[in-house]
């Protein structure tokens, strides 16, 4: 292995191109949602202009742009918080052996692997059996939750089968409350991990459809008003649309990367200069 | 924190997946023996929806294209997470890097699906990007129409969206085999191709079978991308199923709902007897 052959470089050819495959679609449409105004849903570009931006933001033009973006990211966040804390509460509960614990954990596993349009259908039916109006800040919370919490609970799980529990003991031998071990020595080590289960159930939130179908209600999330347009938008409108979403999808993934890094550099700083 | 009990801090968890999930899922098998009419869901148990579902030879037929797709974007999907993730594992040697292009190929799952569909739209549109390279080049003289909103289109997205999920586990399962086990089978004279077929791919065997249940259950699931990438001239069971919510019929759909969830948890099971994933636990 490692020595550079042939068929290391045929290897490194063939990630290059599935890299392409990959991301050279998005660039395409990033490209296209510059269109002049004259300009169709594919190349040439006739011009230039920040024209299917500005059309973006006339509301009778393409929906409720707005109202669906601000309401997908006060969704989003509510996600993260309740994601974030749900899983690292269950991944501390999982390090000690409690009832049921096989079966919670089968039915995260089982969530995990459950068609979305499933447990769309299912939360749809049962609000409308109970007669209770649903609504993205409710029932959608609740199924975006089904698919943010299997994902952060592994990442908690593979965290805490990774962890020094010598670490523990030492603090707890120095006197600390269970409290104070929790604080000052279990969250500084998995904090950039709790990052990444935030980044999780955000994104995953921002752009879940299927789940979303039947338990966002009356008012639309973007990714809803987004399939809307799909059927009846046939401009470059769509590709601004499009090339803004994904645009805000990578600054919070790039935030939450930087947001690690400078959590790692801080430890290592702190710990260089207490020797 | 020894202080709180550990049931109680995985109840919170234990809620949410019992009222969203369990409940649902439950609300979905009862409904499916329900009655129903145009306007209201009539209580009951009646077995016609399901003699609606199976009894239909399009319900069969659906099937079995939903399974094609589910079999080609498998096989596709193995063939390049896999090359993917070797290369990654065993031919990037600088660990930054590794991490790098793992991270490269991880992120755009983190993006919108309904937009990464649209974003195929230039390339395989009437005027699209491979229809100008084909004419331009002389290939052919009309634009080729099966490009998008057909099977191919289908298949194309599915690819791109889910060969990720192949990728991630066969590459953290790789990662863990011992690099002694590919030198001592150099060292017994192996070829590269022998190390490969012979200690790799049996090692990399659980990575495949999380691989394979991810894909196959968001294929058999999907209605989105079929709907959307065929426009509306392919079927699939999940769009079978929002054609059902659509016209309100719940418990049709339910019905479908309770197929293919058996579907899917037989094929799940299945995978789950050939490899054994305890230890990736």
Redesign the interface.
């Known amino acids: ?2 020595r550079r ?1 042939p ?2 470089w045929l ?2 050819a ?2 290059g191109l ?2 392409l ?3 050279g ?2 660039v ?2 990033a490209i ?1 949602s510059f269109q002049g105004p004259e300009g ?4 040439p570009m006739r011009g230039v202009s920040m024209h299917w931006f500005a059309n973006l933001f006339e509301t009778q033009a393409v929906g409720d742009f707005g109202g669906s973006f601000s309401r997908s990211i006060a969704l989003a966040c509510m996600v993260t918080g ?1 994601t974030v ?3 690292l ?2 991944g ?10 096989t079966a ?1 954990f089968y ?2 596993v ?2 995990l ?7 769309s ?6 609000f ?2 109970a007669d209770v109006q649903p609504s993205w800040y409710g029932s959608a919370l ?2 975006h ?2 698919w943010t ?1 299997p994902f952060g ?1 592994l990442i908690m ?1 593979a965290v805490f089968n990774r962890f020094d529990r010598a670490l523990e003991e030492a603090a707890r031998d120095l006197g600390a ?3 104070q ?2 604080r000052h020595v ?1 969250l500084p080590l998995i904090a950039p991990s709790l990052i990444g289960v935030g ?2 159930g955000f ?2 939130s ?2 879940e ?2 789940r979303s ?2 338990s966002a209600g009356s008012d639309n999330t973007l ?1 809803l008003e ?2 809307g347009m ?1 059927t009846n938008v046939t401009t470059p409108v ?2 601004a ?2 090339t803004l ?2 645009a805000f ?2 600054l ?2 790039a935030s939450c ?1 930087v947001g690690v890094m400078t959590l790692r550099r801080r430890r290592l700083a702190s710990g260089r200069a207490r020797g | 924190m020894r202080a709180i009990p550990a049931w109680l801090q995985a109840t919170p968890l234990a809620c949410v997946l019992g009222v969203f999930l369990l409940v649902p899922i439950l609300t979905v098998v009862v409904v499916s023996f329900w009655d129903y009419d145009s306007t209201r869901l009539i209580p009951g148990f009646v077995l016609e929806n399901y003699r609606e579902v199976l009894g239909e030879p399009v319900t069969w037929r659906i099937y079995l294209s939903t399974l094609r797709f589910a079999a080609i974007t498998w096989a596709i999907t193995l063939g390049v997470g896999f090359t993917v993730a070797y290369f990654l594992a065993f031919h990037v040697t600088s660990t930054l890097w590794q991490m790098v292009f793992f991270q490269l190929c991880t992120i755009p799952f983190l993006t919108s699906n309904i937009i990464r569909m649209i974003s195929w739209i230039p390339f395989l549109g009437r005027n699209g990007l491979i229809n100008q390279a084909l004419q331009g080049m002389g290939i052919t003289d009309h634009p080729l129409e099966f490009l998008l909103f057909s099977d191919f289109a289908v298949m194309l997205a599915f690819v791109h969206l889910y060969t990720l999920f192949m990728v991630v586990p066969i590459f953290n399962t790789m990662m863990r085999i011992d690099r002694a086990l590919i030198e001592a089978a150099r060292d017994a004279g192996a070829s590269g191709w022998a190390a490969v077929t012979n200690v790799i791919i049996p090692l990399s065997l659980p990575g495949v079978a999380i691989g394979s249940i991810f894909v196959v259950t968001l294929v058999m699931g999907d209605f989105i991308t079929v709907r959307l990438m065929s426009g509306g001239q392919s079927a699939s069971v999940g769009v079978m199923m929002s054609n059902a919510i659509a016209l309100l019929q719940y418990p049709a759909a339910a019905a479908h709902a309770v197929v293919l969830l058996a579907v899917v948890l037989l094929m799940v099971a299945a995978i789950l007897r050939v490899v054994d994933i305890r230890k990736e636990l």
Do not use: C, E, K, Q
């Open positions: 292995m490692g052959g068929a290391h290897l490194a063939f990630f599935f890299v495959f990959l991301y679609p998005t395409t449409i296209l169709g849903l594919t190349f309740l804390a749900i899983s509460l269950a501390l509960a999982f390090r000690r052996r409690f009832f049921g614990a919670l039915l995260t089982a969530s692997i459950m068609p979305s349009i499933l447990v259908l299912g939360i749809g039916l049962m409308n059996i609740g199924a939750l089904t919490l609970v799980l409350s269970p409290w071990v929790f279990v980044l999780f994104t995953l921002y752009d459809f299927a179908l039947m990714p987004i399939y799909t769509l590709y649309l499009g979403t994904t999808s990578f919070v993934i990367l």
